[in-house]
């Protein structure tokens, strides 16, 4: 496959950007697209199948997650509702050495990557601050500063050049994220290293209550170009389209091309957290247009227009996803929370003569209460 | 050897004892860094472990925590104290915590190298001392070394460590000159040490106070007092134990830094033995410090930084005698400086 149109000495903003990149049109039907065709030559409807029962499967788990947060075993929770094709169609773009650098919300894209969907709910629980090991998994801990995670990733890529390797780092951040320092500094560091990165911008529209206009006066992937950076704007509910344009960025990427930057156009159709209300800033209308553009409705939509069983492909899904919520609910009220003591654990790797004393004389005042420090 | 050529040479062992070991930073390169700390690295080293960055410190030290993941041990070079502020948030939200977040399944072996402090005439955001800042970070090392000895171990002992360390290098002692043994095995990053014995009063000091606080043991020895001079070395965690066992035989504690007064090591180190030496204490602690000012422009800059004198003075202060502050009724309200200095002018007692 070549590259012409994002090799590097092309790296000048397109006169006049197209608005974003589609596989599937509106009503589910494939259109030809060149520019990401290429990329999906081994799609059928096995494949479809898969990315129906995953998209179904993250969107139970936010909907699990958010009850849990309203039963009050979960203490909070940022909700992907809407996002899934965003999300399922990047993750499965990665291959087994890829590492993932999310932001908070994608939860879904680590499920995908093989962190367990307990070591997720664990954080948001208030129960620790990362239930995986991102070594094993390929999927850092999740960032709640916004945008930081960029930079991490660009070091991190930076490391996968100088092992030799062909691994490819992909960093997810959202509209918001693209005002922070540093993901335009990440975006400095890759192009003047060459990178193996791809920039992976979900634009849900929404930052917290700021419209991303406030952010960007332009279409956030006209701004990478600036920076010496190729990029692609996508719609961000079109599963096949996001599939294919990160293919081609991973691709790039892995084969020494340096950095690309993925805009998927979507959209946040629930709140930004659980403790967020949208309707304080949201209009209704705008929201119902976006749920006419459902990445899963899209996909039936699809299925149906190739004459495949929708209904079976959905069965099966659902019966993926009950399973996962079943899995879940079991494994959290066997969830027992760790002991006081453990706060001091892994602070410092070497000991630290201040934080031992810390620790004994918090020891010392616990034994005071019967039962260890439970008043 | 000169201090700076120390730690470049402290640098070089470690790049030559670790493939996985890096330095980076903005014109660490062909130039060799502003002071010249990497200077030939690049020829030995090359480009793939002397990285010089753009201009971005945040860029710098998120990439650092980045490559930290993938298994490096990077050394940052941070160009003077007062640009680490834009890479603040990397350091404290993310290099700091990185390790406890993953309950220590990433380690952050990143080593963070700042010339602070004043005494060289330079301009503004160049004579800063940050070290507070960085004190007060759970998950953060903070060293400072005095003497070119120190400089070439604690720089090996930082990048060997596994946790990050900020590693600040008193400017003004670059070109200060010592006997350097490149053999020796780097020594523990977290004691201080006993500079000076002596049984009337301690003086703690570290990194550019070192020198000053030395001069004035030695004046201090000539006027009959006799100084126990302990220079920490380590900021975080705090030798407190070694500051204890001293002020316990001598009864008497003076702690001077370059750096501000208010929240200062200065502060939390006389707060400590406060706590823990109480009726040891024959005088009140005394912090003979910086003012609570932005650092002054060069021509003011000894007005700000603690002098032979004024370590002199802390030191008669605690010893009970003369001082410029006998004058002065410590409970008393505080008064404007013009009040102060009226009333004073007049030949009143301030008290």
Known sequence: MTDVDLSTEAASPPTCPPDQLQVLDAAGVRRPQPELDPWLGDVDEAMLARLHRDMTVIRRLDTEATHLQRQGELALWPPLLGQEASQVGSALALRGADVVFPSYRENGV??????????????????????????????????????????????????????????????????????????????????????????????????????????????????????????????????????????????????????????????????????????????????????????????????????????????????????????????????????????????????????????????????????GGQE | MAFGRAINRGLHRALTDDPKVLLMGEDIGALGGVFRITDGLLEEFGPERVVDTPLAESGIVGTAVGLAMRGYRPVVEIQFDGFVYPAFDQIVANLAKLRARTQGRVAMPVTIRIPFGGGIGSPEHHSESPEAYFLHTPGLRVVSPSSPQDGHDMIRAAIASDDPVVYLEPKRCYHDKGEVDLDAVPGPLTTGTVLRPGRDVTVVAYGPMVRTALQAA??????????????????????????????????????????????????????????????????????????????????????????????????????????????????????????????????????
């Not at chain 1, 340096?258 to 156009?265: A, I, K, M, R, S």
Request: aromatic share 6%; charged share 25%; glycine share 8%.
């Open chain 1, 110 to 371: 680590a499920l995908l990557r093989g962190v367990e969907a307990l070591d997720l709910l664990r954080v948001w629980r208030g129960s620790t601050f990362s239930g995986w090991d991102p070594a094993t998994t390929g999927v850092a801990t999740q960032q709640l500063i916004i945008g930081a995670q960029a930079l991490h990733a660009v070091g991190y890529a930076m490391g996968v050049v100088r092992d030799r390797s062909d691994a490819a780092t992909i960093v997810y951040f959202g509209d918001g994220a693209t005002s922070q320092g540093d993901v335009n500094e990440a975006m400095i560091f890759a192009a003047s290293y060459q990178a193996p990165v791809v920039f992976l911008c979900q634009n849900n529209h929404w930052a917290i209550s700021e419209p991303v206009r406030l952010q960007s006066r332009r279409h956030i992937a006209d701004r990478p170009w600036g920076f010496g950076i190729p990029s692609l704007r996508v719609d961000g509910n079109d599963v096949l389209a996001v599939l294919a344009a990160t293919r081609r960025a991973v691709e790039r990427a892995a084969a020494g091309g340096g950095p690309t930057f993925v805009e998927t156009v979507t959209y946040r159709m629930g709140p930004h957290t659980t403790a967020d209300d949208p309707t304080r800033y949201q209009a209704p209308e705008e929201l119902e247009a976006w749920r006419r553009r459902d990445p899963i409705d899209r996909l039936e939509a699809h299925l149906e227009s190739l004459g495949a069983e929708v209904e079976a492909v959905r069965a099966e899904s659902a019966t993926a996803a009950d399973a996962l919520a079943a899995d879940v609910r079991a494994a959290l009220a066997l969830l027992t929370e760790a002991a006081p003591d453990s706060v001091f654990e892994h602070v410092y790797a070497e000991p630290h003569q201040e934080l031992e004393r810390q620790r004994r004389e918090l020891a010392l005042h616990l034994t005071q209460f019967e039962g």
């Open chain 2, 218 to 351: 030695e004046v201090a020895a000539e006027e009959g007092v006799e100084v126990e001079l302990i220079d920490l070395r380590s900021l975080s965690p705090l030798d407190t134990g070694l500051v204890e066992c001293s002020v316990r035989r001598t009864g008497r504690l003076v702690v001077t830094h370059e750096a501000s007064r208010t929240g200062g090591l200065g502060a939390e180190l006389v707060a400590t033995v406060a706590e823990r030496a109480f009726h040891w204490l024959e005088a009140p602690p005394v912090r003979v410090t910086g003012l609570d000012i932005p650092y002054p422009p060069a021509k003011l800059e000894h007005v700000h930084l603690p002098d032979l004198d004024r370590v002199l003075d802390g030191i008669d202060r605690v010893m009970g005698r003369p001082n410029a502050l006998d004058s002065v009724d410590a409970f008393a309200a505080p008064q404007t400086a013009e009040q102060f200095l009226a009333e004073h002018a007049a030949g009143k007692e301030a008290r």
